[in-house]
């Protein structure tokens, strides 16, 4: 089996608001301290991706759309045992439009040719719009189930998959080709151990450009015009103590009439 799993480089959404801030551009985030890191629910996918190699055996590859920053989270990917990874060079973070890195990654799939499944993370954390998997689905004819907490069995051109609804879980077959998208309740991602780390440094990994993939990605559909953010709402507290509940309602029902509440 030929796995393809995808990753985002995004913004560690752990890091202080403090320490963010909108760019002069208006259309992107710059973080003042720390590195972007691989998107979580990304990792997750690749912890799936490895629990079936070791369960059937197969192939994993990981790919990015990104700068050359990105390659950095195909090498963690690599480091916990992924097989190889492909770089395709594009946008990246907040600049990243759906529909436009869902056909960079169609077209690398069909590039690498003979992929059986397609994992992904279920959203990603800077936007957590949850829409590039399932536009990657439709561009290569494959079903998708998503978002996914367990994959429970592996079969002969099928998974058995838990799907998260609406206050009740599904368990499904689907046959593949598929793709799924992975949440964290799925799995805890393994720690690239020492050697897997050191290893993953020497792995060439092929940067491919529009070009390589057959001309231009398609245009996106979605522009990002303007991102800022709110000044934060100011908040008093007003202890109101009259001795009684009546004294006290009276003096709550006085203090709303003078801030024009009622």
Known sequence: MHIVVTLKQVFDPNTPPVLLQVSSDEKSIEVRSGSPVLNGYDANAVEEALKIKDAVGGTVTVITVGDDQSVAQLRRAIAMGADGGVHIKGATALAGNSYEIADLLAKAIQKIGGVD??????????????????????????????????????????????????????????????????????????????????????????????????????????????????????????????????????????????????
């Open 117 to 262: 499944l397609v994992l992904s993370g279920k959203a990603s954390s800077d936007t957590d719009a949850g829409q590039t998997h399932l536009i990657l689905a439709e561009k290569l004819g494959f079903a998708s189930v998503t978002p996914v907490k367990a994959i429970n069995k592996v079969e002969e051109g099928a998974l058995v998959v838990d799907r998260m609804g609406e206050d009740v879980t599904q368990r499904l077959k689907a046959k593949l080709p598929l793709l799924v998208g992975i949440s964290n309740e799925a799995n805890k991602p393994r720690t690239a151990p020492l050697k897997g780390v050191m290893m993953a440094k020497k792995v060439a990994i092929p940067t491919w450009t529009e070009a390589d993939l057959g001309g231009v990605a398609a245009a996106p559909v979605v522009e990002l015009q303007r991102l800022y953010i709110k000044p934060p709402v100011q908040v008093a507290t007003v202890m109101i103590s009259e001795g009684s509940d009546e004294a006290n309602g009276r003096a709550l029902a006085e203090r709303l009439v003078q801030e024009g509440v009622i």
